[in-house]
Protein backbone atom coordinates (compact mmCIF):
# COMPACT_ATOMS: atom_id res chain seq x y z
CA UNK A 1 0.00 0.00 0.00
CA UNK A 2 0.90 3.61 -0.45
CA UNK A 3 2.38 5.25 2.74
CA UNK A 4 1.38 8.88 3.45
CA UNK A 5 3.66 10.97 5.48
CA UNK A 6 2.40 14.30 7.00
CA UNK A 7 5.27 16.72 8.63
CA UNK A 8 5.25 18.14 10.76
CA UNK A 9 3.44 16.55 13.30
CA UNK A 10 2.54 19.74 15.21
CA UNK A 11 2.78 23.24 14.31
CA UNK A 12 2.51 26.20 16.62
CA UNK A 13 1.67 29.03 14.92
CA UNK A 14 -0.20 32.86 15.40
CA UNK A 15 -3.10 34.20 13.85
CA UNK A 16 -2.45 35.49 10.66
CA UNK A 17 0.52 33.61 9.51
CA UNK A 18 1.31 31.35 6.74
CA UNK A 19 1.39 28.25 7.07
CA UNK A 20 2.81 25.30 5.09
CA UNK A 21 1.71 21.50 5.75
CA UNK A 22 3.68 18.87 3.58
CA UNK A 23 2.03 15.39 2.78
CA UNK A 24 4.78 12.19 1.03
CA UNK A 25 3.79 9.45 -1.04
CA UNK A 26 6.38 5.98 -0.53
CA UNK A 27 5.18 6.46 -4.38
CA UNK A 28 4.04 8.92 -6.84
CA UNK A 29 0.57 9.39 -6.68
CA UNK A 30 0.34 12.08 -9.46
CA UNK A 31 -2.53 14.77 -8.29
CA UNK A 32 -4.74 12.01 -6.61
CA UNK A 33 -4.73 13.85 -2.98
CA UNK A 34 -7.44 15.47 -1.05
CA UNK A 35 -6.75 17.65 2.16
CA UNK A 36 -9.43 17.47 5.11
CA UNK A 37 -9.51 19.77 7.65
CA UNK A 38 -11.01 17.91 11.51
CA UNK A 39 -12.18 19.74 14.60
CA UNK A 40 -13.51 18.39 17.91
CA UNK A 41 -16.83 17.55 17.61
CA UNK A 42 -17.13 18.78 14.09
CA UNK A 43 -17.40 16.27 10.81
CA UNK A 44 -14.56 16.05 8.76
CA UNK A 45 -14.12 18.93 5.62
CA UNK A 46 -12.92 18.46 2.82
CA UNK A 47 -10.88 21.12 1.75
CA UNK A 48 -8.42 20.05 -1.21
CA UNK A 49 -8.84 17.43 -3.73
CA UNK A 50 -7.19 16.57 -7.24
CA UNK A 51 -4.20 18.32 -5.37
CA UNK A 52 -5.15 21.78 -6.22
CA UNK A 53 -8.75 22.27 -6.19
CA UNK A 54 -10.57 23.58 -3.65
CA UNK A 55 -14.05 22.24 -2.37
CA UNK A 56 -17.26 23.86 -2.29
CA UNK A 57 -16.93 27.05 0.23
CA UNK A 58 -13.74 26.75 1.31
CA UNK A 59 -11.85 30.30 1.71
CA UNK A 60 -8.82 31.49 -0.84
CA UNK A 61 -6.47 31.57 1.58
CA UNK A 62 -6.64 27.53 1.85
CA UNK A 63 -4.26 26.22 -1.25
CA UNK A 64 -3.03 22.87 -2.09
CA UNK A 65 0.45 22.11 -5.07
CA UNK A 66 2.55 18.85 -5.65
CA UNK A 67 2.34 16.10 -7.88
CA UNK A 68 4.19 12.98 -7.73
CA UNK A 69 5.41 11.99 -4.04
CA UNK A 70 5.56 15.96 -2.65
CA UNK A 71 2.86 17.81 -1.98
CA UNK A 72 1.61 20.23 0.16
CA UNK A 73 -1.34 22.09 1.86
CA UNK A 74 -0.57 26.09 2.63
CA UNK A 75 -2.82 28.55 4.58
CA UNK A 76 -2.03 31.66 3.71
CA UNK A 77 -3.06 33.67 6.52
CA UNK A 78 -3.98 31.61 9.59
CA UNK A 79 -7.52 32.56 11.09
CA UNK A 80 -8.45 32.14 14.77
CA UNK A 81 -11.02 28.99 12.56
CA UNK A 82 -8.27 27.36 11.08
CA UNK A 83 -7.05 25.53 14.46
CA UNK A 84 -7.42 22.28 13.97
CA UNK A 85 -6.21 18.94 12.54
CA UNK A 86 -5.04 18.67 8.71
CA UNK A 87 -4.89 15.01 7.27
CA UNK A 88 -4.28 14.15 3.84
CA UNK A 89 -5.32 11.06 1.75
CA UNK A 90 -4.53 9.36 -1.45
CA UNK A 91 -6.36 8.03 -4.02
CA UNK A 92 -4.59 7.04 -6.90
CA UNK A 93 -4.02 3.24 -5.43
CA UNK A 94 -6.43 1.29 -3.39
CA UNK A 95 -6.48 0.82 -0.47
CA UNK A 96 -7.23 4.16 0.00
CA UNK A 97 -4.71 5.46 2.82
CA UNK A 98 -4.45 8.19 4.80
CA UNK A 99 -1.49 10.63 6.37
CA UNK A 100 -0.81 10.56 10.02
CA UNK A 101 -2.13 14.02 10.39
CA UNK A 102 -1.19 17.88 11.31
CA UNK A 103 -2.01 19.66 14.10
CA UNK A 104 -1.97 22.87 13.63
CA UNK A 105 -2.82 24.98 17.41
CA UNK A 106 -1.49 28.37 18.81
CA UNK B 1 -27.03 19.07 2.59
CA UNK B 2 -25.69 15.67 2.84
CA UNK B 3 -25.35 14.54 6.35
CA UNK B 4 -24.62 10.56 7.58
CA UNK B 5 -24.71 9.64 10.95
CA UNK B 6 -22.99 6.44 12.44
CA UNK B 7 -24.94 4.34 15.38
CA UNK B 8 -24.60 1.57 17.11
CA UNK B 9 -23.01 0.00 20.55
CA UNK B 10 -19.73 1.57 22.17
CA UNK B 11 -18.89 -1.73 23.90
CA UNK B 12 -18.30 -4.87 22.12
CA UNK B 13 -16.31 -7.28 24.02
CA UNK B 14 -13.15 -9.44 22.29
CA UNK B 15 -14.06 -11.82 19.93
CA UNK B 16 -17.41 -10.49 19.45
CA UNK B 17 -18.64 -9.05 16.40
CA UNK B 18 -18.53 -4.78 16.18
CA UNK B 19 -21.81 -4.10 14.27
CA UNK B 20 -22.17 0.07 13.34
CA UNK B 21 -24.51 1.73 10.79
CA UNK B 22 -24.45 4.53 9.08
CA UNK B 23 -27.99 6.55 8.27
CA UNK B 24 -27.82 8.94 5.36
CA UNK B 25 -30.08 11.88 4.87
CA UNK B 26 -30.07 15.33 2.45
CA UNK B 27 -29.27 13.21 -0.72
CA UNK B 28 -29.52 9.49 -2.75
CA UNK B 29 -27.17 7.15 -2.19
CA UNK B 30 -27.32 6.61 -5.82
CA UNK B 31 -24.16 7.13 -7.75
CA UNK B 32 -21.97 6.98 -5.32
CA UNK B 33 -19.44 4.81 -2.70
CA UNK B 34 -19.95 4.67 0.77
CA UNK B 35 -17.00 4.63 2.93
CA UNK B 36 -16.13 2.97 5.96
CA UNK B 37 -12.98 4.68 7.99
CA UNK B 38 -11.79 4.24 11.67
CA UNK B 39 -9.26 6.45 13.53
CA UNK B 40 -7.01 4.86 16.66
CA UNK B 41 -4.82 6.60 18.87
CA UNK B 42 -1.97 3.97 17.32
CA UNK B 43 -2.87 3.43 13.88
CA UNK B 44 -4.14 7.19 12.40
CA UNK B 45 -6.93 7.39 10.09
CA UNK B 46 -7.52 3.69 8.29
CA UNK B 47 -9.86 3.06 5.28
CA UNK B 48 -12.01 -0.41 6.02
CA UNK B 49 -13.65 -0.40 2.79
CA UNK B 50 -16.55 0.84 0.76
CA UNK B 51 -19.98 0.07 -1.00
CA UNK B 52 -21.01 1.11 -4.32
CA UNK B 53 -25.13 1.30 -4.60
CA UNK B 54 -24.54 -1.11 -7.73
CA UNK B 55 -23.07 -3.35 -5.11
CA UNK B 56 -20.03 -3.45 -5.96
CA UNK B 57 -17.39 -3.72 -2.77
CA UNK B 58 -13.80 -3.18 -1.44
CA UNK B 59 -12.16 -3.76 1.48
CA UNK B 60 -9.18 -3.37 2.58
CA UNK B 61 -7.03 -6.18 2.38
CA UNK B 62 -4.98 -5.15 6.10
CA UNK B 63 -8.91 -6.46 7.81
CA UNK B 64 -8.87 -9.77 5.82
CA UNK B 65 -12.16 -11.87 6.07
CA UNK B 66 -12.97 -10.18 9.07
CA UNK B 67 -14.99 -7.10 7.60
CA UNK B 68 -18.52 -6.48 5.62
CA UNK B 69 -20.32 -4.08 4.09
CA UNK B 70 -23.96 -3.48 3.29
CA UNK B 71 -25.92 -1.73 1.72
CA UNK B 72 -30.22 -0.97 2.52
CA UNK B 73 -30.98 1.75 0.03
CA UNK B 74 -34.58 1.59 1.15
CA UNK B 75 -33.58 3.07 4.25
CA UNK B 76 -31.03 5.04 3.27
CA UNK B 77 -28.27 3.09 5.16
CA UNK B 78 -25.07 1.26 4.94
CA UNK B 79 -23.72 -0.85 7.66
CA UNK B 80 -20.54 -2.37 9.10
CA UNK B 81 -19.51 -5.30 10.80
CA UNK B 82 -16.03 -6.66 11.89
CA UNK B 83 -16.07 -9.91 13.26
CA UNK B 84 -13.48 -11.36 15.81
CA UNK B 85 -12.85 -7.78 17.04
CA UNK B 86 -9.57 -7.73 19.51
CA UNK B 87 -8.45 -4.47 21.45
CA UNK B 88 -6.58 -3.17 18.61
CA UNK B 89 -10.01 -2.71 16.55
CA UNK B 90 -10.82 0.45 19.58
CA UNK B 91 -11.76 3.25 17.67
CA UNK B 92 -13.79 5.94 16.61
CA UNK B 93 -15.57 4.95 13.29
CA UNK B 94 -16.52 7.14 10.80
CA UNK B 95 -18.78 6.40 7.20
CA UNK B 96 -18.22 8.47 4.95
CA UNK B 97 -19.63 9.71 0.64
CA UNK B 98 -16.86 8.88 -1.52
CA UNK B 99 -16.74 10.73 -4.58
CA UNK B 100 -16.29 7.90 -7.40
CA UNK B 101 -12.52 8.68 -8.21
CA UNK B 102 -11.29 7.94 -4.31
CA UNK B 103 -11.79 10.88 -1.91
CA UNK B 104 -14.97 11.75 0.70
CA UNK B 105 -17.24 14.84 0.44
CA UNK B 106 -19.03 13.85 3.41
CA UNK B 107 -17.87 12.42 7.04
CA UNK B 108 -20.00 11.44 10.07
CA UNK B 109 -19.19 13.07 13.30
CA UNK B 110 -17.93 9.56 14.52
CA UNK B 111 -18.68 6.69 16.95
CA UNK B 112 -16.48 5.64 19.34
CA UNK B 113 -16.50 1.67 19.88
CA UNK B 114 -14.38 0.35 22.58
CA UNK B 115 -13.30 -3.19 22.63
CA UNK B 116 -13.36 -4.95 26.17
Same mark, same amino acid.
Given at each position: EIVMTQSPATLSVSPGERVTLSCRASQSIGTNLAWYQQ?? #??????????ASTRATGVPARF? #??GSGTELTLTISSLQSEDFAVYFCQQYHKWPLTFGGGTKVDI | QVQLQESGPGLVQPS???SLTCSVSGGSMRNYYWSWIRQSP????EWIGYIYFGGAINYNPSL???VSISLDMSNNQFSLRLTSVTAADTA???CARVVVVGYHDFWGQGTLVTVS
Open positions: KP #GQTSRLLIYGS #GS | ETLGKGLGSRIYY
